[in-house]
């Protein structure tokens, strides 16, 4: 058993650690500010292959694997978590629907250019009744000759204001329940299509995050991923792996936040000292590394596993169960470090503690996670 990244992995990690801390951060608190994510800085993140990493260089993929790309999650996340979710949705989520269930065609129309730096991806599952509880699709997709007529709403659909690519899940048989519900891939450009401005959020607000309406969109029926009524299949596989990127991406949070911390309280003097000299600071510091220490072992433990083809579902939950906690605990306590100044936007901290919370929420709340844990323990 080894703890250590491989030479590969360590070099990898060195490169999106730099990208993020000379790209990402110095645009993070204006993107915040603003509610708007910088176009420039994606189309930077393409042309490096952030948007493409786990995936085979047969299709213009970086043919790298889970593990590095959940390093380049934590690297983004450490500065912007905004930027973190923005490459999960499109790697762990639209990608991997394509990649895993799409064919030979379809992978070749769709997921190359998702991959290899042309396009963005979205996942169009959640709606306004439809949240923790999936099955409660309203959204249909009748079959008409060659095509599929799609009509619903989805809310919170992460790069949807710029997306080019939707995964859609839609019922194609309202009377089957979730075997009822189907997955298509759906153009941006199709008539039809309507993207809401961003749905004003507490955290991670440079994301796109919207609604989108679907009226009458028409869709070839060669654009359906598998067979009608798989695609609640497909999603849950789908978050399943997003939830180890999710894992990554609290741990980047917490480390940014810790990592900011030691800074300032090395700098900052009261009672005629540094804060750090107190043992107090030093004591919490120590904790909170060794928390974000394990949450990280949690999220290598899952992705190798999926890097392995094994049953890593169970191991997901318990990652993002954990690591998001985690983020939360850290994020907060960072900013009592800081004491007033961490209550202002002055420094990142704030910014940090505001992006931890959805953590416990998007791909599956900590709720959620429980539920899928103790599933895979057979309680009965």
């Known amino acids: 058993m080894d703890f250590k990244l491989p030479k590969t992995h360590i070099l990898l990690q060195d490169l999106y650690r730099k990208f993020a801390q000379t790209e990402v951060k110095p645009l993070a608190r204006e993107m915040d500010e603003t509610e708007t994510y910088s ?15 786990p995936y085979s260089k047969k299709y213009g993929g970086g043919g790298a694997d889970v593990l590095a790309y959940v390093l380049c999650m934590e690297e983004m996340s450490k500065v912007d978590a905004s930027t973190g979710i ?7 989520l639209c990608c991997s629907c394509i990649n895993e269930y799409g064919t030979e065609e379809q992978k070749q129309k769709f997921l190359r250019p998702l991959v290899d730096g042309h396009k963005v991806g979205c996942f169009s599952l959640t709606e306004p009744n439809a949240g923790s509880d999936a099955s409660g699709q309203q959204t249909t997709a009748v079959r008409d000759g060659d095509h599929y007529v799609i009509n619903g709403s989805k809310v919170f659909t992460t790069n949807s204001g710029f997306a080019d690519t939707f995964i859609v899940f839609a019922l194609t048989d309202k009377a089957a329940g979730t075997e009822g ?10 008539p039809g299509i309507t993207v809401s ?18 009226q009458n969109v028409c869709v070839p029926a060669e654009n359906r991923l598998r067979k009608e009524g798989e695609g609640f299949e497909i999603a849950m596989n789908a978050l399943d792996g997003g939830r180890i990127g999710i894992g990554a991406q609290s741990v980047g949070i ?5 990592d900011e911390a030691i800074a300032y309280v090395k700098e900052r003097k009261q009672f005629g000292r540094p804060i750090a000299a107190f043992q107090n600071t030093k004591f919490k510091i120590a904790e909170l590394q060794t928390k974000i220490d394990a949450a990280r072992l949690m999220v290598w433990r899952a992705a190798l596993a999926k890097d392995a083809h094994e049953d890593y579902s ?5 990652c993002k169960l954990f690591a998001s906690e985690v983020a939360n605990d850290v994020t907060r306590a960072c900013v009592q470090l800081f004491g007033g100044y961490g209550f202002s936007r002055e420094y990142p901290v ?16 900590s709720e959620v996670m429980k539920m899928v844990i103790s599933g895979s323990m057979k309680i009965r």
């Open 39 to 53: 176009m420039e800085l994606i189309k930077k993140m393409q042309k490096c292959g952030f948007f493409g990493i």
């Open 86 to 92: 923005t490459i999960s949705v499109h790697t762990s």
């Open 181 to 190: 519900i189907s997955a298509f891939i759906v153009d941006a450009k199709t």
């Open 197 to 214: 401005a961003n749905i004003p959020r507490m955290g991670i607000r440079a994301a796109s995050n919207c609604e989108v309406a679907l």
């Open 254 to 258: 917490a480390q940014g936040a810790l």
């Open 314 to 318: 169970a191991l997901a939950a318990m």
């Open 350 to 365: 704030e910014r940090m503690m505001r992006d931890a919370k959805i953590t416990e929420i998007y791909e599956g709340t």
